[in-house]
T-cell receptor, first 113, second 109 residues
Framework: DGGITQSPKYLFRKEGQNVTLSCEQN?????MYWYRQDPGQGLRLIYY???????QKGDIAEGYSVSREKKESFPLTVTSAQKNPTAFYLC????????????FGQGTRLTVV | KQEVTQIPAALSVPEGENLVLNCSFT??????LQWFRQDPGKGLTSLLL?????REQTSGRLNASLDKSSGRSTLYIAASQPGDSATYLC????????FGKGTRLSVIA
């Protein structure tokens, strides 16, 4: 059935490591998004992509990188430059356009050990 | 910069009560407003989408209203049930979505 799949559900990172979070959708959506959620902070936008091979920085892009080589995939890399990466990461997608509804995956919880 | 505020931050009610969650936003130039539900440790489930030209949307026991000119939306939950316990998030779409911090609802049996 259609949806957005994030993997893994839990991820542990050592200090200084880069890690990549996966987000795959089979909804045929053009737009995809990455949000970070911290307790008491709400969701903050990291990166978004409206079309393949193009993406824009959100409010907190520093220390993160993305790629959009395929329509259905939008992986997020948390680099060693991200000083406080422990958080809940949520991927979303929508049909392209201003008036469209967004749908979310089940999230990945990243913990630095 | 668009800011979204949700009041109250937390709410506890007895089962069966009707309740209202509030959302306000600072810039009325939005495309739409979306209400989500989030259970602990889970992703977001879309509840209702209101386009900027609409005044309200209904789904079952849920009714959401939008007053774009005053920058306000309310989510009305009728006859609350323990299964409604979750965090409810409001988000407005300008380009990507901008979120409020949510209202954590507890419905006590």
């Amino acid at each position: 059935d259609g949806g957005i799949t994030q993997s893994p559900k839990y991820l542990f990172r050592k200090e200084g490591q880069n890690v990549t979070l996966s987000c795959e959708q089979n909804l045929n959506h053009d737009a995809m998004y990455w949000y970070r959620q911290d307790p008491g902070q709400g969701l903050r936008l990291i990166y978004y992509s409206q079309i393949v091979n193009d993406f824009q920085k959100g409010d907190i892009a520093e220390g993160y990188s993305v790629s959009r080589e395929k329509k259905e995939s939008f992986p997020l890399t948390v680099t060693s430059a991200q000083k406080n990466p422990t958080a809940f990461y949520l991927c979303a997608s929508s049909v392209a356009g201003a008036y469209t509804e967004a749908f979310f995956g089940q999230g990945t919880r990243l913990t630095v050990v | 910069k668009q800011e979204v505020t949700q009041i109250p931050a937390a709410l506890s009610v007895p089962e069966g009560e009707n309740l209202v969650l509030n959302c306000s936003f600072t810039d009325s130039a939005i495309y739409n407003l979306q209400w989500f539900r989030q259970d602990p440790g889970k992703g977001l489930t879309s509840l209702l989408l209101i386009q900027s030209s609409q005044r309200e949307q209904t789904s079952g026991r849920l009714n959401a209203s939008l007053d774009k000119s005053s920058g306000r939306s309310t989510l009305y939950i009728a006859a609350s049930q323990p299964g409604d316990s979750a965090t409810y998030l409001c988000a407005v779409k300008i380009a990507p979505l901008v979120f409020g911090k949510g209202t954590r609802l507890s419905v006590i049996a």
